[in-house]
Every structure is written in structure tokens, then in C-alpha cells.
């Protein structure tokens, strides 16, 4: 069988994005070509960034099963593709994967009829097990067999089955092959790629679906990480990034992985998401010492009540706390925060830029509250205080220019303009002069 999976364009310029292999993709690769099937991939923000470039790969290649990944913010155009696709070659299976499908599956079916098959959790074997079954034309009976899918039946109701066996040790699934990529594209935008090295997050925050995907973090061993850098390094990377949702989560782990790094000699430069709890001191000198520039922290809030509330398990003086400590080691700190968040107003927003101004990171990031599909806040808005006058938000592109929730304390609007005001005044030169003098009050009540 002859599998093309599909990265999808972008209605924004996609060049102002972190542009990087699907690496999904490369993971199912390895079980797709180990059973005998041809794989292919279809870049199309490298190939006019537009729906329509999907069609040319399909009439080259003529595809059997066609894959895409589907995930919040770019489901949207998730769905463009395969609506498209449906107009011209209605026979050829449609099949998507990842966390938005995974937790509302009867949702997405119902709803759209140029969706297929979805692939639920961790995919790799779910999908080699559904290829496989539409080469030999299973019947909707054999298809209920497969662990990890959802389809719709020769009666058109939705059967989702149950979820495929955890696999603890992630190498089992091996490096994901990079040779289906066209990666000289990649080269040419960017000397940094990515790597994931673990899957899960121990942390229980009710606003991310990851911890919907399960809270056993598992991971790679250090050796395989490793070869997997120097891959990387060896196809012309010289930079990386960690994209795993908490790359120290395990802090022997981390430093082993170190460890290893300047036992080969390996020289390069690379950041990681990292939770605060997770920043202690042997990890980031460990960190350091291996060519770690900077991490990327979700702070959230600093506001003790909402920190509660989406249970991020940690408090404003520890969140400040460990900045200082992460930039003690002279790594440089990426902080994120979410604003409009339950609880958040024009009084606590103002303390949060003080609080900025005081930990003083490289980088911060501003986004409003997104209830993805599946978690606590998406089920129970009310809970949080939040208004989501649109649960299927995820299926436009409103989301783009508008807060997909907002508060009674903060309308859509207030939200956007705090945002907006927020980058403004982080990217002024002027921004760690402000009211410098009050700073000191301020800064005694965090430390």
C-alpha cells in the first residue's frame, strides 16, 4: 500500500512559525515501511503553502490511504484538505491522528464526512494495523478489532474501540525516519530541528490535553537519545530543540542524557520545555554544560487562586523563585503566560507585567485561554468562570483573531487588547524602567 501523509498549509504566513518535520509521521514510517508499505510526504507550506498543492502529490503518487494530523489549531485546514480531496478522489481513505480526534471522536465523525478513520493515543501500531486491514478489505466486524481507531460502520454509526497497550520504553518505536521529508527545505529556513524524547506529562493541569493522554512520563533511554542528536547533527543541523511537553521531567534522566552529550562530544546549542517545578540546581548546571541556551517555563498566573484552580501544583513565590534559579546558571528563560484566565482582571494583569519586569526573562509570550477539546475547562467552562460560546471553535479560524472564552471580569475584547498591550509593552525599551522605584515593594512580596 502507498501511504501520503500530509502536513497542512496555513492561512498565515508559515514562515513566521517554528517550521519543523511532522515527526509523527517519521515514528509511523518506521512500522508502515517494516510491513512492506511505500510512504510518502506531502509539505505543503514548502509547496505554495495551499490546499490545492495536495492535489498534485495525489495524482504522482496515487496514494491508497492518505494521513493527516489533526490538531486544534490546525484543524481548520485539516479539514480544507480532505474536503478537497473527498471532491476529487472520494475513494481514497482519509485518515487523522492526535490529540483533538483522540478525545472527541464521535464529534469529529459525526460532524465530517470527509474524515474516515482517526487513530486515537499513541498511534504507530493502531495505524500499521488499519492499513494492513484496508489492504485485505476488512468488514466493519474485523475492523473492531483494531485497538486505538474510530470509524463509522456499514450502518454509519460511530465505533470507537479501546485504546492500544501503553509501551513504556520509547525506543521501542525507534528514530523516527527523517527520509520521507524533503528536509534540504528545512535546512535552507532553519539550522534547528526537533526532537521528542518522551511522551506523558506527571503534572494534572485541567486546561492541557496532554495530561489527558496519559500521566505515566515515558521516555527515551539516554543512548538513544543521543544517536538520535548525532543523526540529526550529521544531516546538517546544528541546533535543537526538545519538544517534549517536559524534557527534565525525570531529573536522572536529564542528566544522564548530559552526561552522554559531552562524553561524545557532541557540540551544539538547544532548549527544552521545561515545568518550574522540574528547574533544581545539578539539573540545570547539568543542562548548562551540555550547550542548553534557554527553556521555555508556562508560568500561567500569578495568581495564587487561578494557579489552584487549573491545578498547575505550584505558587507564585515558587514560580518566582525558580526564574532567578534558571537564570542563575545563565540559561535564558522563555516565560509564557495566559491571560483571561479565571480569575485574571485589569488589577492582576498589571501585577503580572510587575512580575515580568522583576524576573526580567529573554522571552515572553502572551496567549489567551484556549479550552482544548476533552480536558476539565473544556467540559466545564462554568467551573472555571469562563464564557466558550462556541465549543467547536477549533473548527474555524476565529480563533485567530478573537479569544475563543473570556470572563464577566473581561470581555473578548478587554483580552485582546490586553494581549496586544502586553507585547508592547514587553518589546518597549523603556518596559524594566517603568515605575522602577515601586518595583522594590513589589518584588519584596516574591521574595
Same mark, same amino acid.
Given at each position: 500500500?502507498?501511504?501520503?501523509?500530509?502536513?497542512?498549509?496555513?492561512?498565515?504566513?508559515?514562515?513566521? *512559525?517554528?517550521? +519543523? @518535520?511532522? &515527526?509523527?509521521?517519521?515514528? #509511523?514510517?518506521?512500522?508502515?515501511?517494516?510491513?512492506?508499505?511505500? =510512504?510518502?510526504?506531502?509539505?505543503?507550506?514548502?509547496?505554495?503553502?495551499?490546499?490545492?498543492?495536495?492535489?498534485?502529490?495525489?495524482?504522482?503518487?496515487?496514494?491508497?490511504?492518505?494521513?493527516?494530523?489533526?490538531?486544534?489549531?490546525?484543524?481548520?485546514?485539516?479539514?480544507?484538505?480532505?474536503?478537497?480531496?473527498?471532491?476529487?478522489?472520494?475513494?481514497?481513505?482519509?485518515?487523522?491522528?492526535?490529540?483533538?480526534?483522540?478525545?472527541?471522536?464521535?464529534?469529529? *465523525?459525526?460532524? +465530517? @464526512?470527509? &474524515?474516515?478513520?482517526?487513530? #486515537?493515543?499513541?498511534?504507530?501500531?493502531?495505524?500499521?494495523?488499519? =492499513?494492513?486491514?484496508?489492504?485485505?478489505?476488512?468488514?466493519?466486524?474485523?475492523?473492531?478489532?483494531?485497538?486505538?481507531?474510530?470509524?463509522?460502520?456499514?450502518?454509519?454509526?460511530?465505533?470507537?474501540?479501546?485504546?492500544?497497550?501503553?509501551?513504556?520504553?520509547?525506543?521501542?518505536?525507534?528514530?523516527?525516519?527523517?527520509?520521507?521529508?524533503?528536509?534540504?527545505?528545512?535546512?535552507?529556513?532553519?539550522?534547528?530541528?526537533?526532537?521528542?524524547?518522551?511522551?506523558?506529562?506527571?503534572?494534572?493541569?485541567?486546561?492541557?490535553?496532554?495530561? #489527558?493522554?496519559?500521566?505515566?512520563?515515558?521516555?527515551?533511554?539516554?543512548?538513544?537519545?543521543?544517536?538520535?542528536?548525532?543523526?540529526?547533527?550529521?544531516?546538517?543541523?546544528?541546533?535543537?530543540?526538545?519538544?517534549?511537553?517536559?524534557?527534565?521531567?525525570?531529573?536522572?534522566?536529564?542528566?544522564?542524557?548530559?552526561?552522554?552529550?559531552?562524553?561524545?562530544?557532541?557540540?551544539?546549542?538547544?532548549?527544552?520545555?521545561?515545568?518550574?517545578?522540574?528547574?533544581?540546581?545539578?539539573?540545570?548546571?547539568?543542562?548548562?554544560?551540555?550547550?542548553?541556551?534557554?527553556?521555555?517555563?508556562?508560568?500561567?498566573?500569578?495568581?495564587?487562586?487561578?494557579?489552584?484552580?487549573?491545578?498547575?501544583?505550584?505558587?507564585?513565590?515558587?514560580?518566582?523563585?525558580?526564574?532567578?534559579?534558571?537564570?542563575?546558571?545563565?540559561?535564558?528563560?522563555?516565560?509564557?503566560?495566559?491571560?483571561?484566565?479565571?480569575?485574571?482582571?485589569?488589577?492582576?494583569?498589571?501585577?503580572?507585567?510587575?512580575?515580568?519586569?522583576?524576573?526580567?526573562?529573554?522571552?515572553?509570550?502572551?496567549?489567551?485561554?484556549?479550552?482544548?477539546?476533552?480536558?476539565?475547562?473544556?467540559?466545564?467552562?462554568?467551573?472555571?468562570?469562563?464564557?466558550?460560546?462556541?465549543?467547536?471553535?477549533?473548527?474555524?479560524?476565529?480563533?485567530?483573531?478573537?479569544?475563543?472564552?473570556?470572563?464577566?471580569?473581561?470581555?473578548?475584547?478587554?483580552?485582546?487588547?490586553?494581549?496586544?498591550?502586553?507585547?508592547?509593552?514587553?518589546?518597549?525599551?523603556?518596559?524594566?524602567?517603568?515605575?522602577?522605584?515601586?518595583?522594590?515593594?513589589?518584588?519584596?512580596?516574591?521574595?
Amino acid at each position: 500500500m502507498k501511504v501520503l501523509f500530509v502536513n497542512p498549509h496555513y492561512s498565515f504566513d508559515p514562515f513566521t *512559525l517554528l517550521l +519543523h @518535520p511532522p &515527526l509523527a509521521f517519521g515514528y #509511523l514510517s518506521n512500522f508502515l515501511k517494516k510491513d512492506g508499505h511505500e =510512504v510518502y510526504h506531502a509539505d505543503l507550506p514548502f509547496h505554495g503553502n495551499r490546499p490545492e498543492a495536495v492535489l498534485s502529490f495525489i495524482e504522482t503518487i496515487q496514494p491508497d490511504v492518505i494521513g493527516l494530523t489533526a490538531v486544534a489549531q490546525s484543524f481548520y485546514h485539516t479539514l480544507e484538505i480532505t474536503t478537497l480531496i473527498k471532491q476529487h478522489y472520494p475513494a481514497i481513505p482519509i485518515v487523522a491522528g492526535g490529540p483533538l480526534v483522540t478525545f472527541v471522536p464521535e464529534d469529529v *465523525l459525526t460532524r +465530517h @464526512p470527509s &474524515l474516515d478513520y482517526l487513530i #486515537l493515543y499513541d498511534g504507530e501500531e493502531s495505524f500499521v494495523a488499519l =492499513v494492513n486491514a484496508l489492504q485485505a478489505r476488512a468488514t466493519s466486524q474485523q475492523m473492531k478489532s483494531i485497538p486505538g481507531i474510530a470509524f463509522r460502520d456499514s450502518h454509519g454509526s460511530v465505533i470507537v474501540t479501546p485504546p492500544a497497550p501503553t509501551v513504556s520504553d520509547l525506543d521501542y518505536y525507534g528514530i523516527p525516519d527523517r527520509s520521507i521529508f524533503e528536509l534540504k527545505n528545512y535546512l535552507a529556513y532553519d539550522y534547528e530541528t526537533v526532537l521528542v524524547t518522551s511522551r506523558g506529562c506527571p503534572s494534572r493541569c485541567t486546561f492541557c490535553s496532554t495530561t #489527558l493522554m496519559g500521566r505515566n512520563f515515558r521516555y527515551n533511554s539516554p543512548k538513544h537519545v543521543c544517536d538520535e542528536i548525532e543523526q540529526v547533527l550529521n544531516m546538517g543541523f546544528s541546533s535543537i530543540f526538545f519538544g517534549d511537553d517536559t524534557f527534565s521531567g525525570n531529573s536522572k534522566r536529564t542528566i544522564d542524557i548530559c552526561t552522554e552529550i559531552n562524553a561524545r562530544s557532541l557540540k551544539f546549542n538547544w532548549t527544552s520545555n521545561m515545568r518550574a517545578i522540574d528547574a533544581k540546581p545539578d539539573v540545570l548546571e547539568a543542562m548548562r554544560g551540555a550547550g542548553a541556551y534557554r527553556v521555555f517555563v508556562g508560568f500561567e498566573s500569578i495568581q495564587n487562586s487561578t494557579l489552584k484552580l487549573i491545578k498547575k501544583g505550584t505558587t507564585p513565590e515558587r514560580l518566582f523563585q525558580k526564574a532567578n534559579l534558571i537564570k542563575s546558571y545563565d540559561i535564558e528563560l522563555h516565560s509564557a503566560f495566559i491571560i483571561g484566565a479565571p480569575g485574571d482582571s485589569d488589577v492582576s494583569l498589571r501585577e503580572t507585567m510587575d512580575f515580568i519586569r522583576i524576573i526580567n526573562p529573554t522571552v515572553a509570550t502572551f496567549n489567551c485561554m484556549e479550552p482544548r477539546p476533552g480536558t476539565d475547562v473544556y467540559n466545564h467552562p462554568e467551573r472555571y468562570g469562563l464564557i466558550m460560546p462556541d465549543k467547536y471553535w477549533y473548527e474555524k479560524l476565529d480563533w485567530m483573531e478573537e479569544p475563543v472564552s473570556y470572563t464577566a471580569d473581561l470581555s473578548r475584547s478587554e483580552i485582546k487588547q490586553w494581549i496586544n498591550r502586553c507585547y508592547d509593552e514587553f518589546c518597549s525599551p523603556t518596559f524594566l524602567d517603568t515605575h522602577t522605584n515601586d518595583l522594590e515593594m513589589v518584588k519584596a512580596a516574591w521574595a
